[in-house]
């Protein structure tokens, strides 16, 4: 739907309330919404991202029924989401320009195969005059591809931000949601998206302290009218600080792993850890994300298959060491047959982690009274490396 942000300043993009998976890997229980904004000038009009291909008709309608005659097209980022229906705006409006950055430029030329003269590279900082609204280019490379930028409007302070500080949250109003909810989809698109980018991301969040910022308006979710609120969390999400939380990850065959998992959990919350435990074989992925934001320890728990990790552990460890989590200690626990290479597989798969490995407890079958005393042995060594964390 169309929503006037502010004098002649538009939302003109769609909601996906119904999307399930994007990168064919992250689920949405909130579902999406790709922003994009019209801004009327006295002189020029810009708009800033477009959306995905799947809603171009909804984007093409919102731009008819405003009667926009585009000038600029504002690309902060080449990414297919809002970069999709570049080609179908351009269409419409064959004189516009797209504006983006040095490396933004070849990105749009593959992905989309637009031609070079409809581009306009800008430089860090560069400014561009719509007649009485001012749009100033600011360079955010890594958040979180390496062309990504933000456009700052001077005259009313609005950041527009793209991915930097979204969410995956389809509201319909950009101004009305639960905070709770948003919260909560904030931190999971920061774990799944941003936090592999950390050190990138403080250093653009310094860049941006240098603007008086009224409002961010990113491109998925909810616009902040406190832009306090998404700095000072980003601020946590990205600290160097841990909680004192565990997460137990563990797939099980028949068994013996979960009662693994199970004991190891039970002794962690009688020593005073939080334990949060996840069975891979149905766990959404994304809340393992979340509270890979701030636990302390990995534990990851697996049986032995043909010799070797269980696939779906696989999965979950290769997950957690590309999205490169502040946790300071792992383990592993495991059930085997008669062999196999558990922990000689996992610690190489975790190289990204800056982690000590604890001893872990790897058994025989079904665990016994000397095994119980090892998953206790864990957990007790867990305590010990958590004291003084907070909650
Ligand atoms: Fe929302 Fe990186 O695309």
Redesign the pocket.
């Known amino acids: 739907m169309i929503q006037n942000i502010k004098q002649n300043i538009f939302s003109v993009g769609a909601t996906d309330p119904k999307r399930e998976l994007f990168d064919a890997l992250i689920p949405l229980p909130d579902g999406t919404s ?1 922003n994009s904004y019209l801004i009327k000038g006295s002189e020029k009009t810009a708009l800033i991202d477009t959306v995905d291909p799947t809603k171009t008709e909804i984007l093409l309608k919102n731009l008819k029924e405003l009667g926009a005659k585009i000038d600029y097209i504002i690309a902060n ?1 080449a ?4 970069s999709g229906s570049l080609k179908a705006v351009l269409d419409k409006n064959p004189k516009a320009k797209i504006v983006c950055t040095d490396k933004c430029k070849p990105m749009l030329m593959e992905l989309l195969c637009i031609s070079e003269e409809q581009i306009m590279v800008v430089n860090d900082k560069e400014k561009l005059v719509l007649g009485d609204k001012t749009l100033e280019f600011i360079y955010t490379p890594w958040v ?2 390496p062309e ?1 930028m933000c456009t700052y409007l001077h005259e009313d302070k609005i950041l527009f931000s ?2 930097f500080f ?1 969410s995956h949250f389809a509201a319909e109003d950009l101004f009305k949601y639960d905070p709770e909810r948003l919260y909560k989809a904030a931190k999971r698109y920061f774990a799944e ?1 941003m936090m592999p980018f950390r050190v990138m991301i403080k250093r653009n969040i310094e860049t941006l302290s240098g603007y008086d910022i009224k409002l961010i308006a990113p ?2 979710g909810p616009v902040y009218e406190d832009p306090k609120t998404a700095i000072d969390w980003y601020k946590e999400w990205i600290s160097d600080d841990v909680k004192n939380l565990a997460i137990v990850a563990y797939v099980s065959m028949h068994g013996s792993t979960k009662e693994i998992a199970d004991r190891l959990c039970e002794d962690l919350t009688k020593k005073g850890v939080n334990a949060h435990k996840y069975d891979l074989t149905g766990a959404d992925i994304g809340e393992l994300a979340i509270d890979l934001v701030d636990a302390a320890t990995i534990v990851v728990g697996t049986p032995c298959l043909l010799g070797a990790i269980h696939p779906t552990a696989v999965h979950a460890v290769y997950l957690v060491n590309a999205l490169r989590p502040k946790t300071r200690f792992a383990s592993v626990i495991a059930s085997f047959g008669w062999g196999g290479r558990i922990v000689d597989e996992i610690v190489p798969m975790i190289k990204n982690l800056k982690v000590e490995i604890i001893p872990p407890v790897i058994v025989k079958g079904f665990p016994k009274d000397a095994d119980f005393k090892e998953i206790e042995r864990l957990a007790q060594q867990i305590a010990e490396k958590h004291k003084g964390l907070a909650k």
Do not use: A, K, L
């Open positions: 790709y980022h990414e297919q989401d809002h979180h591809w990504t793209c991915d979204g998206i491109s998925h």
